[in-house]
């Protein structure tokens, strides 16, 4: 089994800064990527950054604000979130794709709880 924990999240003023940060742990052989995706109230939930061997990648409304990085050890992922917005209230959450030490040619898709980051005006 993999489990993936985030941690971060809080109450910040528009225009601060949070630093949010995903665990992975357990059976784990390989990650072959790490991405946070949100949701907000009512609303679809929505990739925000991703991170590949290959590079990163943003959403539109994300981009020149937040960063995500990758930990040495490659099984935590971190995202960097300055020049916050209210629109960024959301839920966070870690999505991660696996390949587990008991089956390792073969991938699975796994999530966290989730955060809440919450932006007030």
């Known amino acids: 089994q993999v489990q993936l924990v985030e941690s971060g999240g809080g109450l910040v003023q528009a225009g601060g800064s949070l630093r949010l940060s995903c665990a992975a742990s357990?059976?784990?052989?390989?990650?072959?990527?790490m991405d946070w995706y949100r949701q907000a109230p009512g609303k679809q939930r929505e990739l925000v950054a991703g991170?590949?061997?290959?590079?990163?990648n943003y959403a539109d409304a994300v981009k020149g604000r937040f960063t995500i990085s990758r930990g040495n050890a490659k099984n935590t992922v971190y995202l960097q979130m300055n020049s916050l917005k209210p629109e960024d209230t959301a839920v966070y959450y870690c999505?991660?794709?696996?390949?587990?030490?008991?089956?390792?040619?073969?991938?699975?898709?796994?999530w966290g709880r989730g955060t809440q980051v919450t932006v007030s005006s």
């Open positions: 999505n991660a794709e696996v390949a587990t030490l008991t089956i390792p040619y073969q991938t699975d898709v796994y």
């Open positions: 357990g059976s784990i052989y390989s990650i072959k990527h």
């Open positions: 991170s590949t061997s290959g590079g990163t």
